[in-house]
């Protein structure tokens, strides 16, 4: 099998799609390839993640043709420095878990952020992570009085542990939105925005309360992304439908005929890209 290369993705400028990272504020992609025990984080903000309790050598694992970090659901996790100032009304996560979650069963917790000494935001799978009920996607936050605000789907789904899914959380400005698969499918949202982030992001467990690292997600994570502003629908779907590491897909560089000259005694072709020819004939 090949094995994807650095020099096959680009950001920023040489993305083929720079308005997907208008806003990104945080942008780790485990398929463009293994980093030892160091996740690099492509936002340019150098909020490099560090793998904790996991090996560089096996959890760094080929899936669908494309590198992913695989987390043992014991106590496998990732966790990156804060980056306080910017806010994160986006979330952007592509996951194949180890077993197929629905609304009864524990999935683990995929991400939590803390906003300060009381305010921790989590993104969670199955109900009884959490102590909800028939919730298999669900969106905490403790900044609320009692069990915190919540967003969850509720429509009996599950995500298949055979397959990759993309699970896209939107704040509205009124709301918490969830987006599986391209669709929205939040049956019922209340919530606050993600404020500035103050403390450590974790991957793969939640850490509040200084209860210490729990919960664990078992399976594998990739392209995990955190926007700075509200996407439109169009653009969750198109991160959806580029698939992993879409995003960092380089633009096509293609060769362009940009003269011809013809005459009675010669033809004259050449071929031009990035400003430099590269090849001619006479």
């Known amino acids: 099998m090949t094995k994807p290369s650095w020099q096959d993705f680009g950001t920023f400028d040489e993305s083929a799609y720079p308005e997907l990272w208008d806003g990104v ?57 804060s980056f306080s100032g910017q806010p994160v009304v986006g979330l952007s996560v592509w996951l194949k878990p180890a077993n197929t979650i629905t609304a ?15 305010n921790t935001w989590y993104l969670a799978l199955g109900s009884a992570t959490i102590n909800l009920t028939n919730e298999y996607i669900t969106v905490i936050d403790t900044s609320a009085a009692g069990s915190g605000y919540r967003a969850g789907v509720t429509d009996g789904g599950s995500i298949a542990s055979d397959m990759w899914s993309h699970i896209f959380v939107r704040w509205t400005g009124a709301a918490y939105e969830i987006w599986f698969n391209g669709a929205n499918k939040t049956l019922s949202v209340v919530g606050t925005p993600l404020l500035a982030m103050a403390n450590a992001m974790y991957l793969a467990c939640v850490d509040g309360d200084g ?15 955190q926007y700075s502003r509200t996407l439109s629908p169009n653009e969750i779907r198109r991160l959806y439908l580029l698939g992993r590491g879409g995003i960092y897909e380089r633009r096509r560089r293609t060769l362009r005929r940009v003269g011809v000259e013809q ?19 006479v």
Do not use: E
């Open 25 to 81: 504020v945080g942008a780790w992609c485990p398929s463009l390839g293994p980093t030892g025990l160091k996740l690099h984080d492509h936002s340019r903000r150098n909020n490099w993640g560090t793998l904790t309790n996991m090996d560089a050598a096996t959890d760094w694992t080929i899936s669908g043709g494309q590198y992913a970090l695989d987390f043992d659901g014991t106590n496998d996790y990732v966790t990156a420095g």
């Open 104 to 118: 009864a069963a524990s999935g683990g917790v995929l991400m939590q952020m803390r906003f300060g000494t009381a």
């Open 211 to 225: 209860a210490g690292p729990r919960a664990f997600y078992s399976g594998q994570i990739d392209d995990v992304l």
């Open 263 to 281: 005459g009675a005694a010669f033809k004259a072709y050449w071929a031009r890209r990035n400003s430099q020819i590269i090849g001619g004939g």
